[in-house]
């Protein structure tokens, strides 16, 4: 899959008919162009994680990440459903958005400098303040992952995992044996089959594929968070438009629920004369339309998805299976640390 | 009057026309070369887009990467390795992960192809369905599929460490692997290796004397107790001089896993096992085509030369088999080393995994981190068919033909 991915990259930008010195003629169609051209958003998830990004019973595609990408074709085309999804895993993802397979990556992705700056894309916002944690056997007997020494430690490579649990080993000189599977079924199976100790993910991923596993209350989440994993959407560097366009859909979701807007209200609150109200709802000033959208872009995503409170709910919150707690992903005016700037 | 004779050409002026235009003459020449120059532009133009758009894109180029820290622990490393190392370090730790599976896999595979294409051609009814069965099944089931299986069902079952099977509490056996004993060298280390070659040199030159004697005088020298005094008396005298050469170090339970010891991975024995069985299956139908292309009355003549059977195939039969064997079995040496990169569907570190896999999602430079890989399977493939060309042209060689 990689390769063939690599390759259409390859061909993508060396064969790419707009060449780059003929750039400054032909303008190339922008993103926003080219989504409503196809009447469809390509949207890059996971290959089913509980609650961010996995198909449920009907094959519908559920879960906080897939909120996102409905929320923008809802914005775009008022139509959640105008939505392709691409199972993508953890190391095809990023050439996947390269080549132009995907409009956006939704796909629990940490947002990291590197990954900001080298790999030809831009993060939009942080869906889920995430940390990296460790699930062990309870048979075990471990409560403390300093306890891990000359462990065997499954994780899924080409993950920012990977390279925390080198950093976190190596820090507390503590001995261990890496396993790197490309797909986190494949790194589940082996942790649950015995081949490791400890399986080693960002927690919330840990809580999800805990349920697969056969007995979900043999294993238990360790306490340590080693590493911060700020997870959000990423776009294509260089369409500036686009970039803003996702970045504002997030910050809509979570506006949305600071100012009480929920799917229930939604059309009582848009004949509000509250000020903020109104210009959230486009009933005053044209913010929906400098973002490329139209007037009642507001409405459309929270009709759609809800905010973003009930997103999280929904899907991986006390509503759900997973039953997290919203920890740090509260609002900032309820001691979390989830902030949108104004709409204004 | 003697017209003078027009001068020919020189001879080297019309070996070149001939090789670079044929038929064509200076024609074909221009055209040839028209054809090479249009190739050379789009090569360029190819690349020189390439990084003309991954600027404009804001992708990193170039291969400045290689030197920088790759910041993850592989598993299995055969050469030393630490997370501080750089990313040219994985490379080569993935190049000899998959080099080692490959050499492993091509000899193990070639041992059983051989024996189960004699063991199909064996007049006992039983082994050789035996063997055809093996074929039939093994050859008709994906390999993905029965690597998966070697690793998930087969070792997969194995106990966990706490209760590993122990043989004579040096050897584990459990579901992380084979924990061994692990040989650490001493001050006679270099001693004892040294006798032992001379000793196998000895040998080698007590088996010239003696075939030179049977063959030029015809007389029977008995030369196995002096091999077998020279293999063990002089390592021996070496070990009661220079001290014991080698201890090891026994392999201990400690916390979650043994210490001590070496360990072979259970990644590593699966994708062994799964590509020489499967490889094997279609070496024993190459070798068996090759031994039924020789005519069965070589095989008359052996029998009738009073040679028992395995001679007969040993002697007679296989050398001329391998001629037909040989390019075909060169084919599936070359398969196994690329179905290596399946590798990645079970954890095993080889190239494929750690190289065109982690690192470049780590860095994103999917164009040049695939051209190095598709350039070193390249270069190994070549390196192995060129190999198994010089085989054949000796093989060849030997039989006058």
């Not at chain 2, 993850?72 to 990313?87: A, H, K």
């Not at chain 2, 024995?269 to 070798?287: D, G, N, R």
């Not at chain 2, 090759?290 to 009073?306: D, F, N, P, R, T």
Request: net charge positive; glycine share 10%.
């Amino acid at each position: 899959m990689k390769c063939v991915l690599a390759v259409i990259f390859a061909f993508a930008a060396g064969l790419s008919l707009q060449p780059a010195f003929a750039q400054e003629s032909a303008k190339p169609q922008t993103t926003l162009e080219s989504v409503k051209a196809r009447g469809m958003l390509s949207c890059g998830v996971s290959q089913g994680l509980p609650g961010f990004s996995a198909p449920d019973d009907k094959g519908n595609w559920t879960g906080l990440d897939v909120d996102v990408c409905r929320a923008i074709a809802a914005a775009i085309f008022n139509d959640p459903s105008k939505v392709k999804f691409v199972p993508l895993s953890a190391k095809d993802r990023f050439i996947a958005l390269q080549s132009g397979e995907i409009d956006v990556l939704s796909r629990n992705t940490t947002w990291t400098l590197s990954r900001d700056t080298s790999l030809g894309g831009n993060f939009t916002g942080v869906t889920y303040y995430d940390g990296q944690g460790f699930l062990v056997r309870k048979s075990l007997k471990v409560n403390s992952a300093l306890e891990l020494n000359s462990a065997s430690v499954c994780v899924q490579t080409g993950t920012t995992n990977e390279q925390n649990l080198a950093d976190y080993f190596k820090s507390n000189k503590m001995k261990y044996e890496v396993i790197a599977f490309s797909t986190a079924d494949e790194t589940v199976k082996a942790y649950e089959s015995g081949r490791c100790d400890v399986f080693t993910s960002d927690i919330s991923q840990l809580y999800a594929e805990r349920l697969k596993l056969s007995v979900p209350a043999d294993h238990a989440v360790l306490p340590e968070v080693i590493s911060k994993e700020p997870l959000g959407p990423m776009v294509r560097h260089g369409d500036d438009q686009w970039f803003d366009l996702v970045k504002w859909t997030l910050f809509a979701m979570i506006n949305a629920e600071e100012l009480g807007i929920t799917q229930k209200n939604v059309n009582e609150m848009a004949k509000s004369d509250r000020p903020e109200l109104k210009r959230v709802f486009g009933t005053d000033g044209n913010f929906g339309e400098q973002l490329g959208l139209t007037k009642d872009w507001v409405t459309r995503i929270v009709t759609a998805v809800g905010n973003y409170g009930e997103s999280f709910d929904r899907n991986v919150g006390a509503g759900s299976p997973l039953g997290i707690a919203r920890g740090l992903n509260k609002l900032w005016n309820q001691g979390g640390i989830q902030y949108a700037p104004p709409i204004r | 009057m003697v017209a003078e004779p027009r001068k020919p050409p020189p001879r080297i002026f019309l070996k070149l026309r001939r090789a670079l235009g044929g038929k064509a003459g200076w024609g074909g020449l221009a055209l040839q070369v028209l054809f090479v120059a249009v190739l050379v532009w789009i090569g360029y133009e190819i690349i020189d887009n390439a990084r003309g758009n991954l600027a404009a894109q804001h992708v990193a180029s170039g291969f400045g990467f290689m030197s920088q820290t790759a910041g993850f622990g592989v598993s299995q490393t055969l050469i030393p390795y630490s997370e501080t190392d750089s990313y040219t370090r994985v490379f080569l730790v993935g190049l000899l992960n998959t080099l080692l599976v490959s050499v492993v896999g091509i000899v193990f595979a070639t041992i059983i192809g051989f024996v189960v294409a004699f063991g199909r051609l064996s007049p006992n009814w039983l082994i050789s369905r035996i063997s055809g069965g093996y074929v039939e099944l093994v050859r008709n089931l994906p390999l993905l599929f029965q690597i998966l299986f070697w690793y998930l069902a087969v070792l997969g079952a194995l106990p966990g460490p706490r209760e590993s099977i122990s043989i004579f509490d040096a050897f584990f056996l459990n579901n992380r692997g084979l924990v061994i004993p692990k040989p650490i060298g001493h001050e006679g280390l270099v001693a004892f290796t040294v006798s032992i070659a001379a000793a196998v040199i000895g040998c080698l030159l007590l088996r010239s004397y003696s075939r030179r004697a049977l063959f030029q005088s015809g007389r029977v020298v008995v030369v196995w107790p002096y091999v077998l005094a020279l293999l063990i008396g002089v390592p021996l005298a070496t070990i009661l001089v220079f001290g014991i050469p080698v201890t090891f170090e026994m392999p201990a339970l400690k916390g979650f896993n043994f210490s001590g010891g070496t360990r072979v991975t259970p990644e590593f024995v699966a994708l062994a096992v799964a590509l020489s069985t499967y490889t094997a299956a279609f070496i024993a139908e190459v070798v068996r085509a090759g031994i039924l292309s020789v005519h069965k009355g070589q095989m008359e003549a052996g029998a009738s030369l009073g040679l028992s059977r395995g001679s007969t195939l040993r002697l007679v039969v296989v050398p001329q088999a391998m001629r037909v064997i040989l390019p075909p079995l060169t084919n599936q040496y070359l398969n196994l080393t690329k179905n290596s990169s399946l590798a990645v569907g079970i954890g095993y570190p080889d190239l494929f995994s750690v190289f065109a896999g982690t690192t470049l999602s780590q860095t994103g430079q999917a164009i040049e981190i695939i051209a190095i890989t598709m350039g070193v399977y390249l270069l190994i493939s070549l390196v192995t068919s060129a190999i198994m060309s010089f085989y054949g042209w000796r093989v060849t060689r030997s039989m006058g033909g």
